[in-house]
């Protein structure tokens, strides 16, 4: 199974932050990886595809890059709604696996 | 507006057995592939299970192969998630998703907690 490494597990940062979270793939994945992002008590929701295409309607603060083995998740003006957990997937083979997720919480 | 409504939740003794159901609205039903993810209280997300547009392909998780069968009834616009010897480390909020490989949107879940 490809393991997802997010780092780091959790952060604290202010509206207006730059915030990067990574996630490394245990074998190459090429750009099959997907983030996602979860409110507390609510359901995940796409934010990305493709390591780096924007799901519609995702603001454009969030980017993604990266390919192969490491990719990352960027929110250039941390905004209050940003709030949440982050999470990583790779869809390259089943089983498609998860990372641990990135809690991002106000400072 | 996409809609997907999970039920079937509940407590179930360890070896027991419990059938999901997720009711689809909003999109061509038969036209997507669909999923199962779960997530452990306070944990991370876990892919489970998923069914091709018609049936004719399904993938689960080695944990619950055998055990788990996902399934769906296209004139219904639902899918379904049977759990058959079912763990304690089955508890689970279980949501159904659209999608093959990448989900959105997802449904907001249904609790699942085995215990005795």
């Known amino acids: 199974d490809i393991q997802m490494t997010q780092s780091p597990s959790s952060l604290s940062a202010s509206v207006g932050d730059r915030v990067t979270i990574t996630c490394r793939a245990s074998?190459?994945?090429?750009?099959?990886l997907a983030w996602y992002q979860q409110k507390p008590e609510k359901a995940p929701k796409s934010l990305i595809y493709?390591?780096?295409s924007l799901e519609s309607g995702v603001p454009s603060r969030f980017s993604g890059s990266g390919s192969g083995t490491e990719f990352t998740l960027t929110i250039s003006s941390l905004q209050p709604e940003d709030f949440a957990t982050y999470y990583c997937?790779?869809?390259?083979?089943?089983?498609?696996?998860f990372g641990g997720g990135t809690k991002v919480e106000i400072k | 507006e996409v809609q997907l409504v999970e039920s079937g939740g509940g407590l179930v003794q360890p070896g027991g057995s419990l059938r999901l159901s997720c009711a689809a609205s909003?999109?061509?039903?038969?036209?997507?592939?669909m999923t199962w993810v779960r997530q452990a209280p306070g944990k991370g997300l876990e892919w489970v299970a998923n069914?091709?547009?018609?049936?004719?392909?399904?993938y689960y998780m080695d944990s619950v192969k055998g055990r788990f069968t996902i399934s769906r009834d296209n004139a219904k616009n639902s899918l379904y998630l049977e759990m058959n010897s079912l763990r304690a480390e089955d508890t689970a909020m279980y949501y159904c998703?659209?999608?093959?490989?990448?989900?959105?949107?997802w449904g907001q879940g249904t609790l699942v907690t085995v215990s005795s």
């Open positions: 997937q790779q869809y390259y083979t089943y089983p498609l696996t």
């Open positions: 909003g999109f061509t039903f038969s036209s997507h592939w």
């Open positions: 074998q190459g994945i090429s750009k099959w």
């Open positions: 493709g390591a780096s």
């Open positions: 998703a659209q999608g093959r490989v990448m989900f959105d949107p």
């Open positions: 069914i091709k547009e018609d049936g004719s392909e399904k």
